[in-house]
Antibody
Framework: QVQLQESGPGLVKPSDTLSLTCGVSGDSIRSYNWWGWIRQPPGKGLEWIGYIYDSGTTYYNPALKSRVTMSVATSKNQFSLKLSSVTAVDTAVYYC????????????WGQGTLVTVSS | QSVLTQPPSTSGTPGQRVTISCSGSSSNIGTNAVNWYQQLPGTAPKLLIY???QRPSGVPDRFSGSKSGTSASLAISGLQSEDEADYYC????????????FGGGTKLTVL
């Protein structure tokens, strides 16, 4: 059974960089899948942040592209998200998820982690 | 403002059939498959329908999806109290080098 688990600070200061990691078990990061991040502000809908492939190829949300960096750590079977220059509007539950190939749905999700941007 | 448009809310009584619409454009629903997710309160989204009308293993056949042109629909028949959740449509959008777009979500209340 594929499982994903987000980890990282729950509180980030405005203008700082948000950093999260997603640990994968039950599947290999190098298994030809794409790995993604989605976020959900409190009481609001889902917003796609981006995808990464194990080769490092990425697709980012055009609205966030200038602030997003994703990376893969194959030796640790995990992938990461960095979002720079955060403000209060970046407060959200951040989910990591797997998709089998580009354009396909997210079939496995992490439980999500709440990140609050506040001083 | 979400790229895909869904009604904010809908409701039904147990046993009824309800539908949730999702409207897009030629760059997303018009040329790509639609997926639907169910989000129960306090939990992560779960894939409910993929490739317009396919159900993952374990999803009851009470749930069905369809697509026509630049719109899609999710139908839930034999409504049950445990179906009370938020439902999101999603699709790949070919514009701006390609990206995923979600609908704003529909809150389903079982009366």
């Amino acid at each position: 059974q594929v499982q994903l688990q987000e980890s990282g600070p729950g509180l980030v200061k405005p203008s700082d960089t948000l950093s999260l990691t997603c640990g994968v078990s039950g599947d290999s990061i190098r298994s030809y899948n794409w790995w993604g991040w989605i976020r959900q502000p409190p009481g609001k809908g889902l917003e796609w942040i981006g995808y990464i492939y194990d080769s490092g190829t990425t697709y980012y949300n055009p609205a966030l592209k200038s602030r997003v960096t994703m990376s893969v750590a194959t030796s640790k079977n995990q992938f990461s998200l960095k979002l720079s220059s955060v403000t209060a509007v970046d407060t959200a539950v951040y989910y990591c998820a797997r998709t089998r190939w580009l354009r396909s749905p997210f079939d496995y999700w992490g439980q999500g982690t709440l990140v609050t941007v506040s001083s | 403002q979400s790229v895909l448009t869904q009604p904010p809310s809908t409701s039904g009584t147990p046993g009824q059939r309800v539908t949730i619409s999702c409207s897009g454009s030629s760059s997303n629903i018009g040329t790509n498959a639609v997926n639907w997710y169910q989000q129960l309160p306090g939990t992560a989204p779960k894939l409910l329908i993929y490739n317009n009308n396919q159900r993952p293993s374990g999803v009851p056949d009470r749930f069905s999806g369809s697509k026509s042109g630049t719109s899609a629909s999710l139908a839930i028949s034999g409504l049950q109290s445990e179906d009370e959740a938020d439902y999101y449509c999603a699709a790949w959008d070919d514009s701006l080098n390609g990206h995923v777009v979600f609908g704003g979500g529909t809150k389903l209340t079982v009366l």
